[in-house]
């Protein structure tokens, strides 16, 4: 298996090769934006924010970012250590292109009891006026969990429960609400995110789990919350990713396997279920029937981003469909990031149009 510094040089260079650019001088996550112009700009640059999951509440767009913060780790490694956030901050704005607002600190680690370090990325939803935050953590004993964490305002500040989600495991909580008031939780992500430590029944198994290239990939996992949105109504199940002739993708397909942030939208009735493949750094996308599965592959919604991640959300604002994303326009590090959107447009055919961030 490639590091992540390795694959991430590789992809630099052919990159490089690919615009006929000459030695970099600056940092290689800068590249992808040379001679480039981005399709659109940070939303904030006071602050480094990533890993957007966006809703509407109360005719407002609410933006859930990660907290990118220099911490004084950095360099990169496969772990994710270098991603180091101590807290979480919501953005606002009443339409898109408005003025954004940020809302200050809704959510500390200092604040949340069963968490040791790391917020990594979040999500949101509302129920009967509350609004739920959830977000991934390493516990005491670093071992990534998700919490939940409750406030009267969509902008928080949020109070998190005293533990995290029983049986919940690994990172990136995706809560999509169906049209029957349903609310299901998709989570999960390799390498620093730990999945592969996790098998199809739950269990943990310590150590280098990663998948072999020939073996079937790690499974993105579900779970239908319960009634109060603090708890699973069920036990996590693997989410199918499937080809068109309904065979998983093996860890070697790394250009279409899942690697980590899922976001479920449903669009004319199909569940289009989104995700990153992490050391390829594309966002693909595979529809389904159901919430459930399986999701059968359907193509790229959004190339490449400037640094090693690439995250997003897609979500309608007053009849048009966006794609929240993040780049390293502002910092040119992987682990210093800025939120963006853009619209993102659904074909005749519900194919989703593939979005470029960059332009000649
Ligand atoms: O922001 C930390 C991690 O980086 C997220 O949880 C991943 O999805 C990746 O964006």
């Known amino acids: 298996m490639l590091t992540r510094q390795t694959s991430y040089w590789i992809f630099g260079a052919l990159l490089a090769i690919a615009c006929n650019d000459a030695a970099p001088e600056k940092t290689p996550d800068y590249q992808h934006l040379e001679g480039k112009k981005p399709v659109s700009e940070p939303l904030v640059s006071h602050i480094y924010t990533a890993d957007p999951s966006a809703h509407v509440f109360n005719n407002r ?19 994710g250590d270098h991603f180091d956030m101590q807290d979480y901050r919501i953005l606002s704005m009443d339409s898109i292109g408005g003025k954004v607002t940020e809302h200050g600190v809704g959510l500390t680690l200092a604040d949340v009891p069963w968490a040791g370090r790391q917020m990594w990325a979040p999500d949101a939803a509302e129920k009967d006026g509350k609004y739920y935050l959830f977000f991934p953590a390493k516990d005491k004993q670093d071992i990534f969990r998700i919490g939940v964490a409750v406030g009267d305002k969509p902008e928080g500040p949020f109070t998190a429960q005293p533990e995290a989600i029983k049986g919940s495991y690994s990172m ?3 809560v999509f609400k169906d049209d029957d008031g349903s609310y299901y939780m998709y989570f999960g992500g390799i390498w620093g995110g730990q999945l592969q430590n996790w098998d199809a029944q739950n269990n943990y198994t310590a150590g280098d789990q990663l998948k072999k290239p020939e073996e079937i990939a790690a499974l993105p996992r579900i779970a239908k ?26 860890e070697l397909d790394n250009n279409k396997r899942f690697f980590e942030a899922a976001w479920v939208h449903k669009y004319n009735g199909k569940y289009y279920f989104s995700y990153s493949t992490g050391d390829t750094h594309l966002i693909c996308y595979a529809v389904g029937d159901n919430p459930y599965g399986p999701f059968v592959y359907k ?7 400037a640094g090693w991640t690439n995250h997003h959300s897609i979500t309608q604002v007053n009849g048009k469909w966006y794609l929240f994303y993040h780049d390293v326009q ?7 990031r800025n939120v963006k959107v853009t619209e993102l447009k659904h074909n005749a055919d519900g194919s989703i149009e593939t979005i470029d961030p960059y332009y000649n």
Do not use: C
């Not at 907290?67 to 950095?74: F, L």
């Not at 193509?299 to 981003?305: D, M, Q």
């Open 61 to 79: 767009v609410y933006i859930y970012p990660s907290h990118d913060t220099a911490t004084g780790i950095n360099s990169e490694n496969d772990n």
């Open 172 to 174: 990136d909580p995706a």
């Open 225 to 250: 919350m319960d009634s109060t949105l603090l708890e699973f109504a069920e036990t996590p199940r693997e989410v199918q990713l499937v080809d068109e002739n309904g065979n998983l993708f093996k």
């Open 299 to 305: 193509g790229v919604v959004l190339k490449p981003v």
């Open 330 to 336: 502002l910092s040119g590090k992987t682990w210093l």
